[in-house]
């Protein structure tokens, strides 16, 4: 904002000096006449009149309003929650028809706060979140934190993932998909990435398997199931001197189709594709060292919608 801006006025005498002397004289013989400029009037006949003062406004005063005006609709917008939906939501609000309550309450938006608490809890043992809401929201909670738990390094360790699973499937599912799992991570398997039966590295290396969500999608719901896409990236790989298995990044969607038991939502059953994956940048990669330390200072989050 600039500090400078006009005083308000003119030139006050329209480039004539307040007094001053010179001509011929009278009645013969050189005289000096004194010639008075007045200030206001229509003038002397020797010098122009005085123009009268302008008034302009002040470039501090317009450059406030304008910055004042603009916050104010940023505001504004920022609180429409960024979508015509919400301008919806308003309209029905202030009208006074006779909608439902939830035509007149906050819907679901990607930044807009909903006031409705996504997640109770989370269990002791396995640390995975539970408590989901039974509503659309709720579900696409809970299929991102799953997604997060089936991509996680705890899969590659038997014990640790014969706790999750229980947790993350319906009791009809479980034990199907127990089984299941414990044929993919098979010690043939473990041993091709370079782990041994436990799913530990060898001496020196850490083992990385972490997924992140991006976004989560709602492709069919109903009261008591749902079926989620969630949209995620990982780091996966060995990071230490010598890894013939280095971590690198992935882009993959799970699709998750859920059942309310229990007071929670729970897995049926899911699966996975590649992508969508942006175009990789130029960075330079960091050492694995780098690596390590990062997975193992940097904790995870509880995902809610």
């Not at 480039?15 to 010639?35: E, M, N, S, V």
């Not at 010098?47 to 505001?75: C, D, E, W």
């Not at 001197?241 to 992935?250: E, H, I, M």
Request: glycine share 14%; hydrophobic share 30%; aromatic share 8%.
């Amino acid at each position: 904002m600039s500090l400078g801006g006009d005083d308000g006025y003119g030139d006050g005498y329209g480039g004539q000096d307040p007094a001053r002397t010179g001509g011929t004289g009278r009645g013969g013989g050189d005289a000096h006449l004194t010639r008075t400029h007045l200030p206001e009037g229509d003038g002397d006949g020797y010098g122009s009149p005085r123009r009268p003062t302008r008034t302009k406004p002040s470039r501090n005063l317009i450059t406030v309003v304008s910055v004042f005006v603009i916050l104010i609709a940023a505001i504004a917008f920022a609180n429409r929650g960024g979508d015509d939906a919400s301008d919806d939501t308003s309209t029905n609000s202030s009208s006074g028809t006779n909608g439902n309550d939830n035509d007149n309450g906050p819907k679901a938006e990607a930044t807009a706060p909903t006031g409705e608490r996504p997640v109770n809890g989370k269990n002791q043992v396995t640390g995975i979140a539970s408590g989901f809401a039974k509503s659309e929201q709720g579900a696409q909670s809970a299929a991102a934190n799953y997604a997060v738990a089936l991509g996680s390094v705890d899969m590659f360790n038997k014990d640790r993932r014969h706790e999750l699973v229980p947790q993350i499937f319906m009791t009809s599912a479980a034990s199907d998909f127990q089984g299941r799992l414990d044929k993919a991570y098979s010690t043939n398997m473990l041993t091709s990435i370079g782990l041994d039966k436990n799913g530990k590295a060898a001496e020196g290396m850490t083992y990385i398997s972490r997924t992140t969500p991006i976004g989560t999608k709602t492709t069919e719901h109903a009261d008591t199931s749902a079926t989620v896409e969630v949209w995620c990236t990982g780091v996966f790989g060995t990071a230490g001197q010598g890894s013939k298995n280095p971590v690198t990044n992935d882009w993959f969607t799970m699709t998750l189709k859920l059942r309310w038991e229990g007071d929670d939502w729970k897995v049926e059953s899911y699966s996975q594709k590649s992508g969508p994956a942006p175009v990789n940048s130029d960075r330079s990669a960091s050492t694995a060292d780098e690596i390590a330390k990062a997975v193992e200072q940097y904790g995870g989050f509880t995902y809610a919608r």
